[in-house]
């Protein structure tokens, strides 16, 4: 059956039709729907896991106990699971283990462009790259196939484009192989100096065998072209924007696999062109290998490797009709990204902005504090950063910064790589205080579950993990608990655990206000005649707070009641019988 799916839920369909039957992931964006999508076929386990070294690690082991295996995360998830990756390399797999990864160029939502590429030539591992959807769900079938052939695990390179759009796939149906038997093998498995030396030479001569796979795989395919005065090789989404570009007009060289690449059929392509051309994303990484091939080649001499590309970029590089759009008569106002009207985490960042506090942040929607007006975040690094850099900061401080810095980091993140930071802490006592923001999910990705919410990936009811008995475990003696919506008392706790002698965490809880289960008391409405055009209510950043003719404003299509506003109002304007009880 033909039908439109994403780049990412053709992914999901293809470890479906392979016979996957367990999925171990952490949420992602751009690869989040894969798992997402994948759990919908009760034939799959599926789950989300505390972070992606636990997720990979897992997946391995539903490997090695024979059955297919996935796991799926973004490219700086593929950072937290390189230890796994490496040595998986070496051990090799039982059942077929995929790993997905999405890149994100253009930086949507990520903090750097990372290119992955590199990692499936640094582990060593084959890495197929498919340019749409239809090649997602091929893609993924066949790595499964790769997987157990070559005894290896198998990278499916995805990236923003290709994941989140849509094109025509042709479902087929699912295939069950056998359950491969497990069977001891320490020399395989156990990898201690003595059998991984021995290991080493088998992932040289599976790198040669993948090579020579890569030479005549259909998968690395030729497309002609009326003029041969240029050749382009190329691969994923920058395949689509050259055939936008120019057709059939030039020969183009499509890699779909991306590691190894062939050799003799990137020679014998670049023969019958007068000009190569590599027209690729981010890094050089065909290009280098061209090169090495001592090919004479154009590449980032004629496209960036920042940001993302486009069909008029590359017909403008390489002389073809840019296509002009027409311009709006007026300039549309800039919508920088804004936390949601009644988020629990503004509050505590215009506290933490009031005290002046130095802020060392983490990866999250609260990263959003950082934008103007709050301005509350000083350091954004990458999970669980927050509070190891507290840790450093606070040991490396002066008297000038005591009691002055804390760290934030949502719950979900906390889990992922916070709470080894916040053992650190403990264990070499600095007098540090961490601020988890629990909003009861994972939100920026899209409000999955975590292991501190009680649920699983289904939605089914399961352990929840308790933050202030965890923090207690590690070893914080002092542990509290506030209500973000209640500025006066998040204030005045603050205020107590950074004067304490000892390590400390507040945990800020309030569930995201755009939770289905959550109830709000309905918009607050403006007194006018109170309303002195102070502003201060501004001050906070609600996109749900505006001002008309010098008076506040209430979009109450957006304002849930939350009353952090009426705390900012001297004059009682926005004082209404919707402000929680506790005020």
């Not at 930086?107 to 750097?112: A, C, E, K, R, V």
């Not at 280098?288 to 001592?294: D, I, M, P, Q, V």
């Amino acid at each position: 059956m033909k039908t439109l799916m994403l780049g990412n839920e053709a992914v999901a369909r293809g470890l479906y039709e392979a016979g996957c039957c367990f999925v171990s992931s952490y949420p992602g964006t751009p690869s989040t729907e894969i798992t997402e999508c994948a759990a919908k076929y009760e034939e799959l386990y599926a789950e989300w896991a505390p972070n992606e070294k636990v997720a990979l690690e897992a997946a391995l082991g539903a490997s090695l106990a024979g059955k297919r295996s996935f796991c799926g995360m973004k490219h700086v998830g593929l950072n937290v699971a390189a230890d796994p990756l490496f040595t998986i390399s070496y051990s090799g797999v039982n059942a077929g283990l995929v790993i997905g990864v999405a890149d994100d160029a253009g930086m949507h939502s990520s903090q750097n462009e990372q290119d992955s590429r590199h990692y499936a030539r640094a582990a060593k591992i084959p890495m197929l790259e498919p340019s749409d959807s239809a090649e997602a769900l091929k893609f993924a079938k066949l790595a499964y196939e790769l997987s157990e052939r070559f005894d290896t695990a198998v990278l499916i390179k995805m990236c923003t484009r290709v994941s989140h759009s849509q094109s025509v796939v042709e479902t087929g149906e699912r295939v069950l192989p056998e359950q491969r038997k497990y069977e001891k093998n320490p020399t395989k498995y156990i990898m201690m100096p003595a059998n991984a030396k021995k290991r080493h030479p088998e992932v040289e001569k599976r790198t040669l065998a993948l090579r020579d796979w890569a030479e005549t795989a259909e998968i690395n395919r030729v497309d002609s072209g009326q003029n041969s005065d240029c050749g382009i090789v190329t691969s994923s989404t920058c395949y689509q924007y050259v055939k936008e570009a120019f057709g059939d007009t030039y020969p183009v060289l499509k890699l779909g696999m991306i590691w190894p690449m062939p050799e003799q059929k990137i020679r014998d392509f670049a023969a019958s062109v007068k000009k190569l051309v590599v027209v690729e994303e981010l890094d050089g990484f065909i290009e280098t290998h061209c090169r090495n091939l001592g090919l004479l080649v154009s590449g980032k001499d004629l496209f960036s490797n920042i940001g993302e590309l486009s069909q008029n970029l590359v017909k403008e590089k390489l002389g073809g009709k840019v296509q002009t759009g027409a311009s709006l008569e007026e300039d549309i106002p800039a919508r920088p990204p804004v936390m949601c009207a009644g988020c629990p985490h503004r509050s505590i960042f215009y506290v933490l902005k009031k005290l002046k506090l130095t802020v060392l942040g983490d990866i999250g929607c609260y990263t959003l504090g950082a934008v103007a007006p709050l301005g509350a975040i000083d350091t954004t690094v990458c999970m669980g950063a927050s509070v190891s850099g507290l840790h450093g900061f606070v040991k490396a401080g002066d008297e000038e910064n005591a009691g002055k810095t804390v760290a934030v980091i949502g719950d979900s993140t906390f889990i992922h790589s916070g709470v080894t930071g916040l053992i650190n802490i403990a264990y070499n006592e600095s007098n540090a205080t961490v601020i988890i923001l629990d909003n009861s999910i994972t939100g920026m990705t899209g409000h999955q579950q975590n292991p501190t919410t009680g649920y699983n990936l289904k939605g089914d009811p399961c352990t929840k993990i308790d933050l202030e008995n965890l923090c207690h475990a590690v070893g914080i003696g002092r542990v509290r608990v506030v209500d973000p919506y209640d500025m006066e008392t998040c204030q005045t706790v603050i205020k107590e655990e950074l004067a304490a002698k000892e390590p400390s965490v507040i945990i800020s809880r309030r569930p995201c206000a755009l939770l289905k289960y959550v109830k709000h008391p309905g918009p607050i409405c403006v007194d006018s005649e109170k309303c002195k055009g102070c502003k201060a209510c501004m001050s906070i950043g609600c996109p749900a707070i505006s001002m008309v003719e010098g008076k506040a404003k209430i979009d109450t299509t957006l304002c849930v009641g939350c009353g952090v506003c009426g705390q900012l109002c001297k004059f009682g304007a926005l004082d209404s019988e919707n402000i929680p009880e506790w005020r």
